[in-house]
Nanobody, 118 residues
Framework: QVQLVESGGGLVQPGGSLRLSCAAS????????MGWYRQAPGNQRELVGT???????NYADSVKGRFTVSRDNRKNTVYLQMNTLKPEDTAVYYC????????????WGQGTQVTVSS
């Protein structure tokens, strides 16, 4: 079965940085475009950024210039480097496959909590 395990979240002050990891198993990881998503309480799930199987990235306007998605296919892992964090970045962060047209699969893990607060 496909498992996606997010890690690296925590409490950080505004302006700080965190690096999230998403370890995949049960999938031929290198084939798939991957995405990072987040959901804050009371909000819809939001696409944060994507990375294609070839390494091309795209980002939501809200995080562009601050966040970087990368991947290591040998480790079956996708990363989200988050810099200059803002309180509005507070959310549970998830990874998933990012298919054409924004389609995902029901591979959601537990996510990792990111809290940005002074």
């Amino acid at each position: 079965q496909v498992q996606l395990v997010e890690s690296g979240g925590g409490l950080v002050q505004p302006g700080g940085s965190l690096r999230l990891s998403c370890a995949a198993s049960g999938i031929i990881f290198s084939i798939y475009d991957m995405g990072w998503y987040r959901q804050a309480p009371g909000n819809q799930r939001e696409l944060v950024g994507t990375i294609t199987n070839g390494g091309s990235t795209n980002y939501a306007d809200s995080v562009k210039g601050r966040f970087t998605v990368s991947r290591d296919n040998r480790k079956n892992t996708v990363y989200l480097q988050m810099n200059t964090l803002k309180p509005e970045d507070t959310a549970v962060y998830y990874c998933n496959v990012a298919l054409r047209g924004g389609v995902t699969r029901d591979y959601w893990g537990q996510g990792t909590q990111v809290t940005v607060s002074s």
